[in-house]
């Protein structure tokens, strides 16, 4: 059975730093395309980062602004999200989420699959 999960979020002041991990079993990672996105309460989800596994090409969301850096192990089936100099409004729930295809897609509705998510808060 095809599934993620996400580790790695927690408290963290403003100017920290915190990585996500997401663990995927083999046949989910080997051919999607995977995403970041994340929640903050009453707002809508947005995407954040993404990698193609395909390409190896990589995007991210206008408002990351250099702070976030999308990664992957192979080896370990894990994809990361390295989050510098964090922001208070950076605070929500981010997830991990997979996607058929080697394009990056903005919508959270071409993903497929989708882990339980991990919060991330941000003090000021």
């Known amino acids: 059975q095809e599934r993620l999960v996400e580790s790695g979020g927690g408290l963290v002041q403003a100017g920290g730093s915190l990585r996500l991990s997401c663990a995927a079993n083999g046949r989910t990672f080997s051919n999607n395309t995977m995403g970041w996105f994340r929640q903050a309460p009453g707002k809508e989800r947005e995407f954040v980062s993404g990698?193609?596994?395909?390409?190896?090409?990589?995007g991210y969301a206008g408002f990351v602004e250099g702070r976030f850096t999308i990664s992957r192990d192979n080896a370990k089936n894990t994809v990361y999200l390295q989050m510098n100099s964090l922001k208070p409004e950076d605070t929500a729930v981010y997830y991990c989420?997979?996607?058929?295809?080697?394009?990056?897609?903005?919508?959270?509705?071409?993903?497929?699959?989708w882990g339980q998510g991990t919060q991330v808060t941000v003090s000021s």
């Open positions: 989420a997979a996607a058929r295809g080697a394009l990056i897609s903005l919508s959270q509705y071409n993903y497929t699959l």
């Open positions: 990698l193609s596994r395909i390409s190896g090409n990589t």
